[in-house]
């Protein structure tokens, strides 16, 4: 036998041996769950607040990046508020925010931010899930100027867009081709278990695939359900 064999056999009959003498472990204690309406912990970093309209704000200073800023209109709606006949409209909605809105005719929001540096997609970006709808806008900071249109834009996302029916037509092109780029087995699975996991709720019928279903021209009756920013 190698010296190295006898070692690890000495180990291995060296280890159950400490492990009689010491005894067995203690069992663990189960860890107890917090009761459902504890609070949870927020960083004491992040200083929040609500403004006189109700909006709620969080602020964290971050050194790293520098010079930069990054906003985020988070709105409490999103698939879940669609009604049968308005499936697809919270995606939609989430688009044509760029499309037109009360400071910015058509296109010239995705214009004026990549005049200072922000890529639409890279930076600039937005989704919507069921509940919510969340909209990524970084801007620098090199000027006061600069942020303060940032937050005009945060306003019109809010309550400004004006829902040109061509901007919205074409609109729903590219959210049908987002649609089918993510069309795949992965996407199939989610199909046949989702529904099943949320049966009983509305969850397991308000997926995003369902963006052939928008009318797009009766955009507007969407308030009514409060699936825009506006409506929540």
């Known amino acids: ?34 009761p459902l309406t504890t609070v949870l912990p927020t960083d ?20 790293k990046p520098e010079k930069r800023a990054e906003l985020r209109l988070v709105v409490n709606a999103g698939s879940i508020l669609e009604n049968d006949n308005q499936l697809g409209y919270a995606h939609i909605i989430e688009h044509t925010a ?23 997609g890279a930076d600039l970006n937005a989704y919507t899930s069921f509940d919510e709808t969340v909209y990524i806008l970084p801007v620098p900071t090199d000027t006061a100027r600069i942020l ?28 049908r081709e987002e649609w089918r780029g993510r069309k795949g087995a992965g ?14 709720s509305r969850y397991a019928t308000r997926l995003l695939h369902a963006v052939e279903m928008a009318a797009g021209l009766g955009i507007r009756a969407a308030p009514a359900s409060g699936i825009t920013p506006s409506g929540r």
Not at 148 to 173: C, K, P, Y
């Open 44 to 63: 004491p970093k992040v200083k929040i607040g609500t403004l006189s309209n109700g909006l709620r704000y969080y602020i964290r200073q971050n050194s």
């Open 98 to 120: 760029f499309n037109g809105t009360t400071h910015f005719a058509k296109n010239d929001l995705i214009k004026y931010l990549q005049s200072i540096g922000v890529r639409f």
């Open 187 to 200: 996407d199939r699975m989610l199909q046949k278990w989702l529904p099943i996991a949320f049966k009983g």
């Open 148 to 175: 303060d249109q940032a937050f005009t834009i945060l306003e019109d996302w809010a309550h400004g867009q004006t829902f040109d029916s061509t901007e919205v037509m074409n609109e729903r092109g590219v959210v």
């Open 1 to 34: 036998m190698s010296i190295i064999r006898r070692y690890a056999a000495a180990a291995l009959i060296s280890i159950p041996a400490a492990g009689f003498a010491q005894g067995a472990p203690a069992a663990a204690t189960p860890a107890v769950a917090p």
